[in-house]
């Protein structure tokens, strides 16, 4: 049974999670601003 471990080969590219997560807050965060903003200036709309 070959054995499978798992050092990082010098030639792969380094742990992308880091930089998906803070791309993903750097999309997100002003998403649910403007969405906050958004909802909070329509109910007046709404309630008459």
């Known amino acids: ?4 471990t798992q050092e990082r080969d010098p030639e792969q590219p380094p742990n992308q999670v880091p930089r998906l997560v803070a791309t993903w807050l750097v999309v ?3 998403l649910a ?3 906050f903003q958004t ?3 329509v109910i007046p709309l709404f309630t008459g």
């Open 1 to 4: 049974m070959v054995e499978q």
């Open 28 to 30: 997100t965060v002003p």
């Open 33 to 35: 601003y403007g969405l």
């Open 39 to 41: 909802v909070r200036s």
